[in-house]
């Protein structure tokens, strides 16, 4: 099978910085790309950054300018670079990505991280 495992969450002031990092392993094929989506108490899910194996990035308008994402193809593994952080960004952090497993090249497979709490506050 396929795992997705998150860690680095914490506890940080206001202005201060964290690394959350998300590695895949199992019986994986290929993907194509690697997502971070948050969840804040009483809200929905929303997608922070999106990067590809090729490197190319997106954004939530939040979080540009503040948050970089990135990606080290050979460990299956993503990266979140959280800078100048707010209280708002505080939420449980997931990653997600679509898997072409080495069991069934036919589709990709939908799978998600465990999550890691980020708190902001001082």
């Known amino acids: 099978q396929v795992q997705l495992v998150e860690s680095g969450g914490g506890l940080v002031q206001p202005g201060g910085s964290l690394r959350l990092s998300c590695t895949a392993s199992?019986?994986?094929?290929?993907?194509?790309?690697m997502d971070w989506f948050r969840q804040a108490p009483g809200k929905q899910r929303e997608r922070v950054a999106e990067?590809?194996?090729?490197?190319?990035?997106n954004y939530a308008d939040s979080v540009k300018g503040r948050f970089t994402v990135s990606i080290d193809n050979a460990k299956n593994t993503s990266f979140l670079q959280m800078n100048s952080l707010k209280p708002e960004d505080t939420a449980v952090y997931y990653c997600?990505?679509?898997?072409?497993?080495?069991?069934?090249?036919?589709?990709?497979?939908?799978?998600w991280g465990q999550g890691t709490q980020v708190t902001v506050s001082s």
């Open positions: 997600n990505a679509n898997i072409r497993r080495t069991d069934n090249l036919l589709y990709d497979y939908s799978y």
């Open positions: 199992g019986n994986i094929f290929s993907f194509s790309a």
């Open positions: 990067i590809t194996t090729s490197g190319s990035t």
